[in-house]
């Protein structure tokens, strides 16, 4: 493999090989999975570094043509939340650079996934004088922002998410909102600020009748169905979705109910304990009444996916907040309409009146008269539903993210200085790897 084609993508928490659907396996799992599958189709080889949570797992996985999954110990071998994960970041680049010298791999550019691993990514890029990409997934002052105390974060991360945004050769940002984020939170060089969104994998995601849908999931009855999918947080304001249902359902009298169901969580089936914000949903559904109209189905696995949205007459989403959202853009290429909140990433790729609607976040009322207006329709539903196919198979497949990603990566490597394409093991040599065990000091 060529050298200049060597990419490592550090992600600490978000493994390709992690079941989705859970607290804090979600749309970074996806997105660093199938970019990598479409730069590796692109001749890249790509090495993933994530975090050892099972002793058992093998240090190197075989995972697809191109692209191997490395497991680096950081802290006790076993799934923590991403929140605990900084006192163990240091062990994890010192690890990291190990691997390197032991393997004698070198990277032609560092490609970094979430704060945690941007640090580590600038690290190790001024180490080695190697160019580094840093993509954010989630920014911590825009979270600090909507969450106020109930934000988890480590109190370092917007300081170091700057020190980052400072260092990187290049930021990516998913969005338009995500780059004004850049810009005014964080203090970026517009200059060092590339625009690439996301992508769906438009094979998986792909329009099915949605009486064989409905057939597939055991899904019988009259009434209109909306569908959720995604991550089971407050922040997602699935409550938002069920108190407009309430009024939706108010409205029509002598007709059947309009129903909810609800893609996620920690488990396949639906435990309020083990995802407590579906306890939350349940007993607001029992409290409005609704509780029949609501059905929470558990985590399902990519494959399975098609079958839920293509069962539902349209997808809503209305997170308070989103850094880009997968879930619109699977819902649109599976030929429904989305109903998502005008926040983050969603106005980037939903296009209201064309392929969904975008209504206000933590307003019930806006969300059902979209609903209504839709339901309503089902012959408009289903002209948006192929609009929204069309849509995201010209701006949203990973093969364009990966080729964006492709000419960045190349704008950076040839604008490289000559030393950096000299060999690394002298620098590695220098870097007290042993020695250096302590604690990252928070
Ligand atoms: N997902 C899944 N199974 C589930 C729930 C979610 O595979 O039960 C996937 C979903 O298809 C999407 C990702 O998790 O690809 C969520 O990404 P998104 O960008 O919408 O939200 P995030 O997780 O980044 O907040």
């Known amino acids: 493999m060529q050298y200049s084609r060597r990419i490592a993508f550090i992600s600490e928490h978000a493994s390709p090989l992690a079941l989705l659907g859970g607290q804090d396996a979600g749309g970074q799992n996806v997105y660093v999975d199938a970019l990598s599958q479409s730069l590796a189709r692109l001749g890249y080889a790509i090495d993933i570094f994530t975090r050892r949570t099972d002793p058992g797992a093998p240090e190197v996985v075989a995972y697809d043509s191109g692209i191997r999954i490395i497991h680096l110990s950081a802290g006790p071998a076993e799934p923590l939340l991403k929140d605990e994960l900084w006192p163990y970041m240091r062990e994890f680049r010192n690890n990291l650079l190990a691997f390197m010298l032991r393997t004698r791999v070198r990277y032609a550019l560092i490609h970094g996934h979430f704060w945690m691993s941007g640090w580590v990514a600038t690290e190790i890029g001024s180490l080695l004088s190697v160019p580094v990409v840093q993509t954010f997934h989630a920014l911590g002052a825009t979270k600090r922002r909507y969450q106020g105390d109930a934000d988890t974060s480590p109190s370092e991360r917007i300081a170091i998410e700057r020190e980052i945004v400072r260092k990187a050769d290049r930021v990516v940002a998913h969005c338009p909102s995500e780059r004004d984020e850049l810009l005014h939170d964080y203090h970026g060089d517009?200059?060092?600020?590339?625009?690439?969104?996301g992508g769906v994998n438009i094979e998986m995601f792909s329009p099915m009748s949605q009486v064989e849908a409905r057939a597939l999931i055991g899904l019988g009855g009259d009434g209109p169905v909306a569908v959720y999918v995604g991550r089971i947080l407050p922040r997602k304001d699935i409550r938002n979705?069920?108190?407009?249902?309430a009024l939706v359902n108010e409205g029509r009298s002598g007709q059947p109910p309009a129903r909810l169901l609800i893609v996620g969580g920690d488990t396949p089936e639906p435990d309020?304990?083990?995802?407590?914000?579906?306890?939350?949903?349940?007993?607001l559904a029992a409290s409005l009444g609704i509780a029949e109209q609501v059905r929470c189905v558990g985590m399902r696995q990519p494959s399975r996916l098609r079958e839920y949205y293509c069962a539902g007459d349209v997808m809503v989403t209305t997170p308070w907040y989103e850094p880009f959202g997968l879930t619109p853009l699977e819902a649109m290429a599976c030929g429904r309409p989305v109903i998502g909140s005008a926040v983050g990433g969603i106005p980037s790729t939903v296009v209201p009146e064309r392929t969904g609607l975008l209504v206000p976040p933590r307003d019930p009322s806006a969300l059902a008269g979209a609903l209504m207006q839709l339901f309503a329709h089902p012959e408009r539903c289903q002209r948006m539903g192929t609009i929204a196919r069309a849509h995201v198979e010209r701006r949203f497949t990973w093969p364009l993210s990966a080729?964006?990603?492709?000419?960045?990566y190349s704008a950076l490597l040839s604008a490289q200085p000559r030393s950096r394409t000299t060999s690394h093991t002298p620098a590695l040599a220098h870097w007290d790897i042993?020695?250096?065990d302590e604690s990252v000091g928070v």
Request: overall charge positive.
């Open 434 to 436: 042993e020695r250096d």
């Open 190 to 197: 517009s200059r060092h600020i590339t625009l690439i969104p």
């Open 272 to 283: 309020p304990t083990m995802t407590p914000e579906l306890g939350e949903i349940q007993r």
């Open 403 to 408: 080729e964006r990603h492709a000419r960045l």
């Open 241 to 245: 979705v069920v108190r407009a249902l």
